[in-house]
C-alpha cells in the first residue's frame, strides 16, 4: 500500500508540470510568421508584391537590428557609468545622445518601412492592411 502511495504521489507531481505546459501551449499566441502570412493572405497580394514585401521585410529586420543592438549596448554603458559614484551628467550626455540618436532612427525607420508598403500596395490593400494592423495594436493592449 505504501509503495502505491509513493508512485501515485510521484505520477501527481510529474503530470502537475506537464499539464500547466499544455494549458500554457493553448493559449500561446501563434509565430510572428504565421501572422504575417495571414496578413498577406488577407490582402490578396501578387507574386511580385509578396516579393517585393518580403524583400523590404527582411532589409528592415537587419536594420532595425543593428539599431536595437546599438541601442542595447549604450544603455548597459549607461548602466555601468551609473553605478560609478563619481559619474556627472556631463560624464553621461554622450552616452545619452546615443541613445537618442538610435531612438530617432529607430522611429525614422519605421515610418520608412510604413511608407515603402504603402508604395507596394494598391490604395485599398493599404487601406486594408492599416485597419488589421489597427486591430492587431488594440488586441496586443489587452
Do not use: C, W
Amino acid at each position: 500500500m505504501k509503495h502505491l502511495k509513493k508512485i501515485l504521489i510521484g505520477l501527481v507531481i510529474i503530470s502537475f508540470p506537464l499539464s500547466a505546459t499544455f494549458a500554457y501551449s493553448e493559449n500561446a499566441k501563434p509565430p510572428r510568421d504565421k501572422k504575417i502570412n495571414e496578413v498577406l493572405k488577407e490582402l490578396n497580394l501578387s507574386p511580385e508584391q509578396e516579393k517585393k514585401l518580403a524583400e523590404n521585410r527582411t532589409a528592415k529586420k537587419e536594420e532595425m537590428k543593428k539599431l536595437r543592438d546599438e541601442m542595447r549596448k549604450s544603455h548597459e554603458k549607461l548602466q555601468e557609468a551609473m553605478k560609478n559614484p563619481d559619474t556627472t551628467i556631463a560624464s553621461v550626455e554622450p552616452i545619452v545622445n546615443d541613445i537618442k540618436a538610435s531612438q530617432s532612427q529607430l522611429i525614422d525607420n519605421r515610418i520608412k518601412g510604413i511608407f515603402a508598403v504603402r508604395e507596394i500596395l494598391s490604395a485599398e490593400q493599404f487601406s486594408k492592411f492599416q485597419g488589421i494592423m489597427a486591430k492587431h495594436h488594440k488586441e496586443k493592449k489587452r
